[in-house]
C-alpha cells in the first residue's frame, strides 16, 4: 500500500526551505542597494548640490553621518532596519515609514491586484502549453 504522506511532507519541507530563503535574499538586496547609492556619492551631495551653498551641504552630511567609513555606515544601518528605522528620505524630508503609511496601501493593491490577475492568465495559460 502506498502512501501519500512523502509527498506533501516533501511540500512542506521546500515550502519551508524556500521561505527560509528570503532572509539572505533580502539581505543581500539591501546590501547590493546600500552599496549602489554609495558609489555615486552621499544622497545629501546629490540631491542638493547647487541649490545650497557647499559649506551648507557639507554640514548636512556631517550631521547624516555620510562622512564616517563606508563600513561603519553599513553596520548602523543594518542596526537601524533590525529596529525597523527605514530612515529619512532626502527628497520629501520626511520618515521613509511615514511615507510607506501615505503610498504603501496603493502600492500593495496594486501588486495584490497584478499577482492575481498573473495567477488568473498565468495558471490556464501554463496548464494548456504543458497539455499541447
Known amino acids: 500500500m502506498v502512501t501519500h504522506k512523502p509527498i ?9 526551505v ?10 543581500v538586496l539591501v546590501t547590493v542597494v546600500f552599496f ?10 546629490i540631491a542638493l548640490s547647487g541649490k545650497l551653498p557647499p559649506a551648507e551641504i557639507a554640514q548636512r ?6 562622512d564616517r567609513p563606508i563600513i561603519v555606515q553599513f553596520i548602523e544601518y ?13 527628497s520629501m524630508s520626511m520618515p ?9 496601501a496603493a502600492t500593495f493593491e496594486l501588486a ?3 499577482v492575481i490577475l498573473a495567477m488568473v492568465i498565468g495558471i490556464p495559460l501554463g496548464k494548456f502549453s504543458a497539455h499541447y
Do not use: E, W
Not at 521613509?96 to 504603501?104: C, F, H
Open 96 to 104: 521613509v515609514t511615514a511615507i510607506l503609511k501615505k503610498y504603501g
Open 112 to 114: 495584490f491586484l497584478a
Open 78 to 90: 543594518l542596526g537601524n532596519l533590525m529596529h525597523g528605522d527605514l530612515g529619512n528620505s532626502t
Open 8 to 16: 506533501k511532507n516533501n511540500f512542506l519541507r521546500y515550502c519551508l
Open 18 to 27: 524556500r521561505f527560509l530563503f528570503i532572509i539572505p535574499t533580502v539581505f
Open 36 to 45: 549602489l547609492t554609495r558609489m555615486t556619492g552621499d544622497p545629501i551631495s
Open 61 to 66: 552630511v556631517h550631521q547624516a553621518g555620510y
